[in-house]
């Protein structure tokens, strides 16, 4: 949450190493006024420096991969998970894939670089490309998946820079430790080895190369990529199992089209400063940028210094101070691995060589990784109470509604056919000559820093309570509220927001016909949806029958997930799972559960599966047994729900525990069983008979739905709740009788 109104918008386009030094910088030191905005394909990158000691295999995927979502969230920044594809400068927005144009009063780009392997025919097609380095990790662990099948492996190498001698140095030891002599690596260059050192480490790698049985062709130009076959210029042809492009990078195409001033290899152009000499507002580092004044060869060396002087400079920028030079130094040490722990050391005419120098390197690398990946835990801010989770995690508690409910004594109306006095997921209104209608309404703060997203899964939350009782979606009204700022900042996110709104709500069928916004301390939205239930197909939450299955259409766990992630404790892989649940619409499961004559449904939000399964109970008046086994959880929900990370309506859920045998609270499954639910899924009672063709529907349809137990008759007065393993599986006997 903003301490003062936002002024200004700083966004950063990329997740190279000089933004991750900039996200962490402003984590340490907001500036007031400024909302950092961070713009990024994915949410982990690897780090260049130590990505050959992964493919030798003396490192992990986690320990060279800086988690950017979370850099992100320490820094306060808005994570927008997208890729640029272009900018309107007379506008100051930068142009995404899957979002709406993201303004801007700075600009910083730092996409890094990709090689050319459009430059050669098949390129792209037959060989795997090591830049961009964020999507070369699940490349590299397929190949590696491959070759446990094969009985040899040719394994080509296309580059003789330092990154091309290292990887395939790197991966004939990886290949080498699975499958012994069956491996042959072929490093392929169009010029000599190692062209910007001098002559005796080219020398030395040579010998090295020719020491681990890499077979070098240096002067061999590729010109064209073949199933299988490498062409080359002098007429040599490389036959390969498996080809790594790594040779001399490439800018971004879509740079060409700006009107900044380029390089001629189509890099953007940048002063001694890292800013545009064709635009004051737009800054950038890395392989992307080059500095005229001082070109450098394209290096993570000198990617990873630009980090401390851009950060300066965009403060400057950002408060209209002068900005400073940022020279780089003429020479950087080189420390290139050899793939067996060790490394040489290239320095102008100074070379080197041995397992200290593998040393050194690795408490360099590891020494840069600690410093972004070892971040304290996201405090309030002081004056503040404990952090408050966003989305249906935000509810009022069901004991506090209920009462609160149960003093007003509302009027009734002959047109509410469904309403207060039976409540369900929504209100059916009938009148005179007119077909009825569904009509319901949610609204919450955000859960999430990116507006269009957040858009999205509010809009598929509101939705859910319409589908839930079987209708299809007619029209919606918004609920807004936003953070006081610059008009232009203001007007930039409500359009986000509905944007995203609609884009849920129009391939749904409904319309936007109007809605309300108002200034607030914190950004939130909601939909007040009316709809029209199926005509004889109304899915009520009463209805549930003795020896029905219970059917739920998504995993749960978002609350603690997304509690988690607030205080900076998980990694975004994980909250990135909870957001593609969250972002799945439940028509197509509503669709299946009317088609399979669902007997009562209701959509699982704010209290939980069980206080949601217990308003059902008692509607139909019965009890359930549920299969712990069976309850599906979002990955990672488990540890942190029993390491007492919740969500801030958790501990109001708890009264729902009472329903369950005093074993079942006991459990470690009964924790998520209150946990609360943004958009989460459907949970229906389905006839025995048809309950296992629909469950396999449902997951035709995309959804991670299980039979998670099965309704019994009431013992009690009030609906019990026992678990068993099987629960859905096993047949009463008093059922099976009938």
Known sequence: MQSSPVNQDLVLVGGGHAHVHVLKSFGMRPVPGVRVTFVTRGVETP????????????????????????????????????????????????????????????????????????????????????????????????????????????????????????????????????????????????????????A?????????????????????????????????????????????????????????????????????????????PGDPKIFAAGDVATMLAHPREKAGVYAVRQGPPLAANLRRALAGRRLRRAVPQKRALALIGTGDEQAV??????????PRLWQLKEWIDRRWMRRYTELPEMQPEPGEGPMRCGGCAAKVPAAVLGRAMGRLHPATSGAVMIGLDSPDDAALISFPGAPPLLQTVDFFRAMV?????????????????????GGTPESALAIATLPPARAPIVEHDLFHMLRGGLDVLEPAGAVLIGGHSAEGAELALGFAVTGRPRPGKLMRKSGLSAGDRLVLTKPLGTGAILAAAARGLISSRLVEAAIATMVQSAGSAAAC????????????TGFGL??????????????????????????????????????????????????????????????????????????????????????????????????????????????????????AQRVPELIAAK
């Open 200 to 276: 005796r480490v080219r020398r030395l790698f040579e010998q090295i190369l020719a020491d681990h049985r890499v077979t070098v062709h240096a002067g061999s130009a590729v010109v064209r990529v073949a199933p299988g076959v490498l062409l080359c210029a002098d007429g040599r042809r490389v036959e390969f199992d498996e080809a790594l492009w790594v040779t001399q990078a490439g800018a971004a195409r879509w740079l060409a089209d700006t009107g900044l001033p380029l390089t001629p290899e189509g890099f953007i152009a940048v002063d001694d400063r890292l800013r545009s």
């Open 593 to 604: 559960l009317l088609e399979y004559r669902a007997s009562a449904c209701t959509d699982v």
């Open 47 to 198: 780090y260049s420096g130590m990505l050959p000691g992964y493919v030798a295999g003396h490192y992990s995927l986690d320990e060279c991969h800086i988690d950017l979502g979370r850099l992100a969230r320490f820094a306060g920044a808005r994570l927008i998970r997208d890729e640029a594809i272009g900018l309107n400068r007379a506008d100051c927005v930068l142009l995404c894939d899957a979002h709406p144009p993201i303004r801007y009063d700075v600009l910083s780009i730092d996409i890094g670089s990709a090689p050319r392997s459009d430059d050669v025919p098949g390129a792209a097609e037959h060989a795997i490309a090591v830049k961009p380095i964020d999507r070369f990790a699940a490349r590299w662990e397929a190949l590696l998946a491959r070759t446990r099948e094969m009985p040899r492996l040719r394994l080509a190498v296309v580059g003789g820079g330092a990154g091309g001698v290292e990887l395939a140095l790197s991966a004939q030891h990886r290949l080498a430790g699975l499958k012994g002599d069956t491996v042959e690596v072929t490093l392929v260059t169009r010029e000599a080895l190692l062209p910007s050192h001098n």
């Open 345 to 354: 050391a290239s320095r102008g005419a100074f070379v080197a060589y041995g």
């Open 610 to 727: 069980l206080g949601h399964l217990l308003e059902m109970l008692r509607a139909s008046e019965m009890d359930a047994v549920l299969d712990p086994e069976a309850i599906p959880a979002l990955y990672g929900a488990l540890p942190l729900l029993g390491s007492g990370i919740t969500s801030s309506l958790h501990a109001d859920n708890v009264a729902a525990l009472a329903a369950l045998d005093p074993v079942a609270q006991l459990h470690q499954i009964a924790p998520l069983l209150i946990d609360p639910q943004t958009a989460g899924g459907l949970l229906a009672g389905i006839p025995a008979d048809r309950a296992a063709t629909c469950l396999a529907e449902l997951r035709r349809c995309g959804y991670q739905a299980a039979l998670i137990g099965r309704v019994a008759r009431l013992r009690r007065s009030e609906p019990r709740i026992r678990f068993e393993a099987g629960a």
């Open 449 to 469: 820093d990116d507006p269009y997203l957040f858009g999205r899964i509010a809009a598929t939350h509101a939705l859910g309570d319409i589908y839930a009782m």
